[in-house]
């Protein structure tokens, strides 16, 4: 029995020894997994950091660019494109967002040789990243194109507001709302080299569009309206462009009253082409009629 006993007291000792070894084991080992796992947190905070600071600054840049605060706008574009190479790898469309906003912003100040390189590499990555055919893709192509617009280079953005426009035909449909201010900076493009034919057919399917749209009331449309008179105006077609002229008056005069600065505009525009048509009495009479309404409305 002494010796049972003796042998017992032993492997008790020797089990305690066992679970004091294993204890210390599992502590180093728990040890190192605490400290993976801190570390792994300070590796992860200053991503998600960056990232959170990558878009309120976006999102501030935006903000003020709505505002039309352009020179804070584009100190905080600037940073954001900074924190965004910080933040995202090369290609991220993030990257991408950051240098078309600063693109728009740098456009704005006529800065176009800073402006152009940062619109063409979010291009790339665009299209890298989501296709030729997304719809970011057809944003950027045609801030270039307004970009070229702007300068008067029509050569050079009527294919990049082409491009544009085919990708939202493809994406939304022919009709969709989108497609509208494409056809009408095409438009604008064949007006201003006298291509008046050519400009009245972007022009007419945009107001199309529109009346589907907004429907035959809206005051969008007596914009349009006024535009596409005068094209015909300019073409001859004087029953047409007089009857579109009409129009845009009644509907302005409707949604605004008679005494708009909207309405002079029109009333400005009826008169040229009355005195253009030889009817100088009613041009005379449209011309004073805006004339009063404009003195309600001293600069």
Same mark, same amino acid.
């Given at each position: 029995?002494?010796?049972?006993?003796?042998?017992?007291?032993?492997?008790?000792?020797?089990?305690?020894?066992?679970?004091?070894?294993?204890?210390?084991?599992?502590?180093?080992?728990?040890?190192?997994?605490?400290?993976?796992?801190?570390?792994?947190?300070?590796?992860?905070?200053?991503?998600?950091?960056?990232?959170?600071?990558?878009?309120e600054?976006?999102?501030?840049?935006?903000?003020?660019?709505?505002?039309?605060?352009?020179?804070?706008?584009?100190?905080?574009?600037?940073?954001?494109?900074?924190?965004?190479?910080n933040?995202?790898?090369?290609?991220?469309?993030?990257?991408?967002?950051?240098?078309?906003?600063?693109?728009?912003?740098?456009?704005?100040?006529?800065? %176009? $040789?800073? /402006?152009?390189?940062?619109?063409?590499? +979010? *291009?790339?990555?665009?299209?890298?990243? &989501? !296709? @030729?055919? #997304? =719809?970011?893709?057809?944003?950027?192509?045609?801030?270039?194109?307004?970009?070229?617009?702007?300068?008067?280079?029509?050569a050079?953005?009527?294919?990049?507001?082409?491009?544009s426009?085919?990708?939202?035909?493809?994406?939304?449909?022919?009709?969709?709302p989108?497609?509208?201010?494409?056809?009408?900076?095409?438009?604008?493009?064949?007006?201003?080299?006298?291509? %008046? $034919?050519? /400009?009245?057919?972007?022009?007419?399917? +945009? *107001?199309?569009?529109?009346?589907?749209? &907004? !429907? @035959?009331? #809206? =005051?969008?449309?007596?914009?349009?309206?006024?535009?596409?008179?005068?094209?015909?105006?300019?073409?001859?077609?004087?029953?047409?462009?007089?009857?579109?002229?009409?129009?845009?008056?009644?509907?302005?005069?409707?949604?605004?009253?008679?005494?708009?600065?909207?309405?002079?505009?029109v009333?400005?525009?009826?008169?040229?082409?009355?005195?253009?048509?030889?009817?100088?009495s009613? /041009?005379?009479?449209?011309?004073?009629? +805006?004339?009063?309404?404009?003195?309600?409305?001293?600069?």
């Amino acid at each position: 029995m002494k010796l049972i006993s003796t042998f017992n007291i032993i492997r008790e000792i020797f089990e305690m020894v066992t679970l004091v070894n294993s204890t210390k084991h599992l502590c180093r080992y728990g040890m190192k997994v605490f400290f993976i796992l801190v570390l792994f947190g300070f590796c992860a905070l200053p991503a998600y950091t960056q990232e959170n600071l990558w878009k309120e600054l976006n999102d501030k840049t935006t903000a003020l660019l709505q505002k039309k605060r352009y020179a804070d706008a584009i100190k905080a574009g600037e940073e954001a494109l900074k924190v965004a190479k910080n933040s995202f790898p090369s290609g991220n469309t993030c990257i991408a967002d950051s240098m078309n906003l600063l693109g728009i912003l740098y456009r704005t100040y006529g800065r %176009y $040789a800073e /402006a152009e390189p940062l619109f063409n590499q +979010a *291009l790339n990555i665009y299209k890298e990243s &989501l !296709g @030729s055919d #997304h =719809p970011n893709v057809a944003n950027v192509l045609q801030d270039i194109a307004e970009m070229f617009l702007l300068q008067d280079k029509y050569a050079e953005a009527e294919p990049f507001y082409k491009q544009s426009l085919g990708i939202y035909e493809n994406v939304f449909g022919p009709d969709h709302p989108s497609v509208v201010n494409v056809l009408n900076r095409l438009g604008e493009i064949y007006q201003d080299q006298k291509k %008046y $034919a050519e /400009a009245i057919l972007f022009y007419k399917r +945009a *107001l199309a569009i529109e009346e589907k749209t &907004l !429907g @035959s009331g #809206h =005051p969008d449309l007596a914009s349009a309206m006024n535009n596409l008179a005068t094209l015909y105006y300019y073409r001859g077609e004087n029953t047409t462009a007089e009857s579109l002229y009409k129009q845009a008056l009644e509907i302005y005069e409707k949604e605004y009253g008679k005494d708009h600065p909207l309405i002079a505009t029109v009333l400005e525009k009826m008169a040229e082409f009355y005195n253009g048509t030889g009817r100088k009495s009613k /041009a005379k009479q449209l011309t004073a009629r +805006a004339k009063k309404i404009y003195s309600n409305y001293p600069k």
